[in-house]
Each structure stands twice: as structure tokens, then as C-alpha cells.
């Protein structure tokens, strides 16, 4: 919401010293999110004044139409005499009133106007278009033409209001009031202390039979509706100087008289109108929800087909408008258009106004339905001041009458359903409770009064609240009122005392520890949101009998395409790898840890809980009981290099053994034993795809896979060649685990180093032969290292041999060569029953 300070100022005599900062701040102190200052007309620099143009001379001897021009500006150019321009726009003519910049002025953004020769003449000045002096349009639609009632030296910038401040504030959905003049001047006047004039308080007549008909059937879509009719309209009428600036100050563009009137009373009082065209209206008005199948043209030219659940307004053809959001192009106010034989002015000369108040929520579904926000959609959807519309419709009726010279017919129509002031019961010293400050009753009593409640009782208090405000519905929003009337600053500041045995679980110690030993590592978190569509899981590849395609899907999702909740990392990783790599960043090492969802078996429905008592622990089972299964998992995306070239050395890309070595970091802080097996499985490469297995219970279980992805997949999500990828289920890993991991014991005693070569398969991988003789080793062995791979024809077709070397260490004695030797056995032993391995030589 745009204010000009200069419009505010008409409803609350705010202090002459007040400048826009000044009335930022205590609004911002009062609790609205006033985010900046406009300064208009800054750098702005008369003379700017009113001209009468004299004479036009064409110069045709240029590529471009040029004019010379003679302009009377009667004293303000010091001489008198005409003044002699150069103008290259074409939509004015001899006699019209336009606003002249002299030389020695400066207009906005630093352009200093000085006499130029230019086309062979001189050019003592310019004639401004509105774009050029800083009035909300971009000057496409050239010279301002003003009506020719203003006097030629008038000062042209006090005439065009170009110097002044706008506030622009962000209106937060609770807020809907503050989308007005009146609502924010209702802020303005408490938080100066200053009283309000009100422009909603005016004489409305009451309703009678003699008004425009209107029939409402659908009462709760519309609970009020108030219909005037003014005729005798002149056709001819244009919006005043002072409106068409109000409405660009606010951001609005002026159209035409009627349709400025109302959109400007909107400004005004916060209440939504639209004026209707009566001649083009047959029979009386109705509101109804949409049938199916019907179609309507809006303002805007389209033609949408309605929904059962649109609201319109009508009459004996069919839908008109879309109710709160937009009318329809059928009733539109028409341009004025001059009988080129005749002479005769054809325009709109009767109105009907509507000022009706709308269901927030049919609103806001049918505008997001439609994608159609408007002015009106945003206020109806906020909330809008439900008594306000007949003084809206009365204020449109004067300003018609006014400013085009219409009449007001008596008839007034009023449609409305009843309903009762809503209040609330607070005890008196709630707001102390909540802030943790002794307000007392007379503050909080005065404040809620500023606020515009009615205020009963003594320590038990019964609060009416305002009409503007259905935001108040509970104690609680009484006490902000209170609390931020009376300033958030000075709140007191107290620390929060934790309660003993506190913390983090050891689920969240591990998630921060696996966060930190994956940064150590130089990849970097990227969090993604957990959103994800079928056509993602198309392109990882997975087989349509895959776990992770049965997903948990949305009712209200944010996007179409990704309507369910994620199965597994990998696409919201591989698209962060993807936008990275687009905009220049080619080496990147991503990870994330987060929930994936996975549906039940038998999926349940959450029962309804009241809210009178705190719910059971049958209760919280049951909705425990109704949720996904969420696991945490955690993922690692490589693409590029995963060392650097240097004089250091020649630096090497990222490649499937970095996914691995991501899995088994992530592993060693849970403290678990992690087993890499060869596998195949969807996104990943099938010659370079490792499986992942931790013990569990003594049960061999798969956690997840890492390698490098599929060629297919790479091309599929736009990734470099040759990514790689890691996903793990970490809570898997860490039931496996033994926790955190403590630091390693140095031993005083010596080692005991055993060399193995063992005979295998060739397709049996190094790291499963590596886990077996772990196994078989015992407490004994410190560490196992791979120090050679020997293919050859002496080992025959198919084989190849592994050489690693035991360290054994026994942590309160010196090993003897016969221990040694019989843990080194027990590890050879296990690997020739696991891995089929044979000692060599043997």
C-alpha cells in the first residue's frame, strides 16, 4: 500500500515538522512494515509552469517529425514573449495548456535544461511529458495536455503535486485494513496521540424500495450489498489534476471519471466498488455461486469458464462479473467517443454502483483459481470493513456528482443478513501475563478503545470488537494490540532458563556431526525443499516396481508438477548440481541430510482433535500412528574436479571412490562398520555402483548405494558427465553404530605386522574380501591396508590377487609371533568362507 504523507495529512493533523522518516518510524513502532520512503520531485528545480501553446510549425526536412513551437508563459521567462521550443511528440495542438520546464531548471534524475540549438533552431525550454517529471508513467503517453480552465505562469509544480512523500508498506494478511487511507490514518492518529477525522463517517440515507433490484442468492457468499444509481453523467467529464495525482502517487493508473471515483474511494476507505454501465444491464442484479460450464470475458479481455464454486454477480443474460475479483467486459464503462458528422458525445451517462462485502476465502480461491489478483481480490481476501460499503457507495454518489455533474437517484438498495457484533471475554490482566509487564487496566483498556473496541466490564472484560478488524477473534490477539500500542522496545529482555536434562537427542548430535565431518571434507550443504514430482523419478531411472515411486502425495500442493512429498535426495541434489554447474560452477561437492517419506502400508486417517482439552496419549498415538514413515537420510552429488592442478600436483576429477568415501565418513561418526558391495540399481552406473550394508542385530542390511550415476540419468537432469552421487539411510547407519566416535588409544606396546595375499574372482571386490578378513581378524587387528593387485597368466583366467598388510596390537601386552599368526589365519580363514579367497602360494 502506497500513502502520499500529503493525502494522510487530511485525516490527521499530523505535526507541520512530521517528514516521511519521521511517520515511518512510529508506524513501524506501531507494528505495520513500512519498508521505504519515496521522495518524490527530489532534485526537482523550477521554473516548471503552465504554457498555451501559440503556434506549430512542422519541420519536414528531418528523418524523424519534428515541431517548433511558440508557447506563451506569460511572466514567468522574465520577458513576456513567447517561448520557442523544439518537440518531437505530436498529441497536442495549437490552444492546449501543457506544463513547460524553463531554462535554468533541473528535473528529476539530475536532466538540467539549458537554451540548446538543435534542427537548425533554438530551443529555449521543453514541453514535459508526465514520465519526464517523475509522475508514475514511463512518457509513452507524451505531453501532458491540461484542461484549459489553469492559468498560462500558473506554477506548475504545485499544481501537479510533484513534490511529496510516499510511504510504501507491506501489508501482512492480518492487516487488511492498513490497505486504505482510513486504516493507516487510524495508526497514524494513535500513534501520535492525535484525533482521527474518519472519512467513512457520512450521511447515508437508509435503504428504500426505489433502489436498483438486486437479488443475493447465496447469503453467506454475500452478506451485504449495497446498490446506488447516479445518471445524467457528463460524457465529456474528466478526472481532476488533484484525483488522476492521488491515484499515480498510490500506483494506480487513471482510466476514466467513474472508474478513478472508485478506485479511489478504495484507496480511501479500504472497500472495493465497481461501477456498472446501466444501459447495458438487463434487469435486476443477482449474486450466486457459478454453473457449471459458464464463461465469462472480465476487463481484461480473456474469457474464463467459471467454477461451480465462483461467486458472480448478474443479471437476466448471465454472469457480469467475477464477484470481488474483476467485472465483467459486458457492463464496462464506456470510453467517450465524438460523432466525427455530428459532433455528438457518446459515452456512459448513468452508473450503477456496487459496494458489496464478499466471503474472504470464495475470494481467494477463485482469484488464485483464475490467476486473476486484483486491487479488490487483495482487500477482499485481507478483509474488508463489512459496515463501510454504503458509505463507500455514498462517498462514489458525491464524487460523481461532483466532479460529473450527475444526480443521485433517491433510491437506495441494501441487501443485508444478519449478524451480531462479535466479542471477546479477556480477564483484564492477560496483556500483563503475556508481555510480562504491568500495563494495568486503564492502559489496556484506552488502548484496546484506540484500536476502535468497545469496552465493557471491570476485571473480566468483554471486548466488541471493530468491524475493520476480523483479525480479533481470541485474548491473545487483544494482547498485541495492547502490547505493540504500547511499544515492542519496551518489552523487557530476559534470557529463556532451560530445564536441566535438556538437549539434543543423539539423532540430532549425529546429524550435526555427519554435517561437519561432510564439510571438513569440502563438499558444501545445499537444503532443498522436499517436494517431488513423478516425472523426477522417471529420470533417476528407477525400475516401476521401485519402493521410492510410491509416494506421499500433497492435497494442497505448492507447484503442480511436484505434488508429493520426496522419497529419497537425489533429485533435489542433482538439481542444485545442475544450477551450479549452469551458472559457472563446475567442481562441486553438494550434500544434504534431511527427512524422506515413505507411505504406510495401510494408510490411516487422523482423527479431528478438540481443542478444549489437552489431547490423550491414545490420541497422539493414533496421529503418530497416521503419519509417513521419515526417516533420515543423507546424500552426496560430485561433478568436476575433486582435487585441483597446481605446481602441487596434477589434481584428479571426482569419481565413484569419493562417493564410497563419503559413505564410509558418514558411517565412521555413527560408528558403525561399513560393507561395500558391486551392485546395480537404478540411477547409477552399472559397472560402477556400490552397495552399502551395515550388521544390524546380526543381520546384513542395505542402507543405500554411491558410485557414478548412469549416462542416462546425467543427460536426463543436465548434469556434467560423469557425476557421481552417494545416499545413505542414516538412521539405519546409526542403529548399526555405537555412537559418537572416541578418540583412538595409544598403546605403548608394539605392532605386529602380518602380509596376506590372497587369490579371488575377479569381479569380488577388494573392500568385501577387506570386510571378511575383518571379521575374521578379531579384536586384535588394528588396521588393514591394500597395498597390491596382481593379475597374471600364472594366477589364471579370471583371477587376481590382493595383498594387504594386518596390524595387530594388543592393548596391554606384547604381542607373540604365534598370536599374531593365529589372528592372521582366523582373517585368511574367514575370507577363503566368505569371499572364496586362497592364501597365495599355498
Avoid at 441494501?414 to 479477556?426: K, Y
Avoid at 470488537?465 to 498485541?480: I, K
Avoid at 560423469?722 to 555412537?739: K, N, T
Avoid at 575377479?762 to 578379531?778: C, D, S, T
Amino acid at each position: 500500500m502506497r500513502v502520499p504523507l500529503s493525502w494522510l495529512r487530511e485525516y490527521v493533523d499530523l505535526p507541520a515538522t512530521a517528514t516521511g522518516r519521521d511517520v515511518q518510524a512510529k508506524l513501524i513502532a506501531a507494528g505495520l512494515e513500512v519498508e521505504s520512503v519515496e521522495q518524490l520531485g527530489a532534485g526537482l528545480t523550477g521554473p516548471l509552469v503552465v504554457g498555451r501553446v501559440l503556434s506549430i510549425e512542422e519541420l519536414t526536412e528531418f528523418k524523424k517529425p519534428i515541431r517548433f513551437c511558440l508557447v506563451d508563459v506569460a511572466d514567468a521567462n522574465g520577458t513576456g514573449e513567447p517561448q520557442e521550443i523544439i518537440c518531437g511528440a505530436r498529441n497536442f495542438a495549437v490552444g492546449d495548456k501543457v506544463v513547460v520546464v524553463l531554462p535554468g531548471a533541473e528535473l528529476p534524475g539530475g536532466f538540467k535544461i539549458s537554451e540548446r540549438k538543435t534542427y537548425g533552431r533554438v530551443s529555449r525550454g521543453m514541453i514535459c511529458s508526465s514520465g519526464e517529471l517523475g509522475m508514475g508513467e514511463d512518457g509513452s503517453g507524451g505531453i501532458i495536455v491540461l484542461p484549459p480552465e489553469h492559468e498560462v505562469g500558473t506554477d506548475a509544480v504545485e499544481l501537479l503535486e510533484l513534490r511529496d512523500e510516499v510511504l510504501d508498506i507491506a501489508v501482512t494478511p492480518d492487516r487488511g485494513y492498513a490497505l486504505s487511507m482510513r486504516g493507516v490514518a487510524r495508526e497514524a492518529a494513535t500513534a501520535y496521540g492525535l484525533p482521527l477525522r474518519d472519512p467513512a463517517l457520512l450521511d447515508v440515507p437508509g435503504p428504500n424500495a426505489d433502489g436498483y433490484p438486486v437479488k443475493v442468492a447465496d447469503p453467506v457468499g454475500c452478506d451485504r450489498f449495497t446498490a446506488r444509481t447516479v445518471v445524467g453523467l457528463n460524457p465529456e467529464a474528466r478526472s481532476p489534476i488533484w484525483l488522476q495525482r492521488r491515484l499515480q502517487k498510490a500506483g494506480m493508473r487513471p482510466i476514466s471519471l467513474a472508474v478513478d471515483i472508485t478506485n479511489y474511494v478504495m484507496l480511501e476507505l479500504g472497500q472495493p466498488l465497481h461501477a456498472y454501465d446501466r444501459s447495458l444491464i438487463e434487469g435486476p442484479i443477482g449474486v450466486r455461486r457459478a454453473e457449471p460450464g459458464e464463461k465469462i470475458t472480465t476487463l481484461d479481455g480473456v474469457q474464463r469458464v467459471l467454477d461451480p464454486e465462483d461467486l458472480v454477480i448478474t443479471d437476466d443474460r448471465g454472469p457480469i462479473g467475477l464477484a470481488g475479483v474483476m467485472g465483467g467486459a459486458h457492463t464496462e464503462i464506456a470510453d467517450t467517443v465524438v460523432d466525427a458528422e455530428t459532433g455528438q458525445v457518446h459515452g456512459t451517462s448513468e452508473v450503477v454502483v456496487e459496494a458489496a462485502h464478499f466471503d474472504p476465502v470464495a475470494i481467494a480461491r477463485a482469484a488464485r483459481r483464475h490467476k486473476l489478483s486484483s486491487e479488490a481480490s487483495r482487500r477482499f481476501e485481507r478483509g474488508v470493513d463489512p459496515l463501510a460499503g454504503a458509505a463507500a457507495a455514498q462517498r462514489t454518489v458525491d464524487l460523481l456528482v461532483l466532479l460529473a455533474g450527475g444526480t443521485a437517484e433517491p433510491g437506495v438498495t441494501q441487501v443485508i443478513s444478519p449478524s451480531a457484533p462479535r466479542t471477546v471475554t479477556m480477564r483484564a490482566d492477560h496483556p500483563d501475563e503475556v508481555a510480562g509487564v504491568a500495563y494495568g487496566r486503564e492502559t489496556v483498556v484506552r488502548r484496546l478503545q484506540q484500536v476502535g473496541c468497545d469496552v465493557y466490564g471491570q476485571d473480566e472484560l468483554v471486548v466488541t470488537v471493530p468491524s475493520w478488524r476480523p483479525d480479533l477473534a481470541a485474548p491473545n490477539d487483544l494482547a498485541e494490540e495492547v502490547i505493540r500500542l504500547e511499544g515492542y522496545e519496551n518489552l523487557p529482555s530476559r534470557l529463556p532458563r532451560p530445564t536441566s536434562g535438556r538437549g539434543l537427542t543423539e539423532r540430532q548430535r549425529l546429524h550435526r556431526r555427519v554435517g561437519r565431518a561432510l564439510a571438513g571434507e569440502g563438499y558444501v550443504e545445499a537444503l532443498n525443499y522436499p517436494f517431488v514430482g513423478a516425472s523426477a523419478l522417471d529420470r533417476l531411472d528407477l525400475p516401476a516396481d521401485d519402493p521410492k515411486r510410491r509416494l506421499v502425495t500433497l492435497v494442497n500442493p505448492l507447484s503442480d508438477e511436484e505434488p508429493a512429498l520426496r522419497s529419497t535426495l537425489l533429485p533435489g541434489l542433482l538439481g542444485a548440481l545442475r544450477r551450479n554447474d549452469g551458472r559457472g560452477s563446475h567442481d562441486l561437492a553438494l550434500f544434504e541430510t534431511g527427512l524422506v517419506f515413505h507411505p504406510n502400508a495401510e494408510p490411516r486417517r487422523a482423527a479431528a482433535l478438540g481443542v478444549d482439552h489437552r489431547p490423550s496419549d491414545e490420541e497422539l498415538a493414533g496421529l503418530d500412528a497416521a503419519l509417513p514413515d521419515q526417516p533420515r537420510h543423507v546424500a552426496v552429488v560430485l561433478a568436476g574436479a575433486r582435487e585441483q592442478a597446481g605446481w602441487w600436483g596434477k589434481g584428479r576429477p571426482a569419481d565413484w571412490a569419493d562417493a564410497v568415501q563419503a559413505a564410509r565418513t558418514v558411517a565412521r561418526e555413527a560408528g558403525a562398520e561399513l560393507a561395500v558391495e558391486q551392485a546395480q540399481y537404478g540411477p547409477w552406473h552399472p559397472g560402477r555402483c556400490a552397495e552399502l550394508f551395515v550388521v544390524i542385530d546380526g543381520v546384513k542390511t542395505s542402507v543405500g548405494h554411491a558410485g557414478e550415476l548412469h549416462p542416462r540419468v546425467t543427460k536426463a537432469f543436465g548434469l556434467p558427465a560423469r557425476s557421481s552421487a552417494m545416499e545413505l539411510d542414516l538412521d539405519l547407519v546409526a542403529e548399526a553404530g555405537e555412537g559418537a566416535p572416541t578418540a583412538p588409544r595409544i598403546s605403548t606396546f608394539p605392532v605386529a605386522t602380518q602380509d596376506v595375499a590372497l587369490v579371488v574372482d575377479a569381479q569380488v571386490p577388494a573392500a568385501f574380501v577387506e570386510h571378511a578378513l575383518r571379521l575374521g581378524a578379531g579384536e586384535l587387528l588394528e588396521s588393514i591396508r591394500l597395498f597390491d593387485v596382481f593379475t597374471g597368466e600364472q594366477l589364471g583366467e579370471g583371477k587376481k590377487s590382493l595383498a594387504y598388510a594386518l596390524r595387530f596390537r594388543a592393548p596391554d601386552r606384547t604381542l607373540t609371533v604365534e598370536e599374531a599368526t593365529a589372528a592372521r589365519d582366523a582373517a585368511v580363514a574367514s575370507a577363503t568362507q566368505h569371499a572364496g579367497a586362497v592364501l597365495r602360494g599355498a
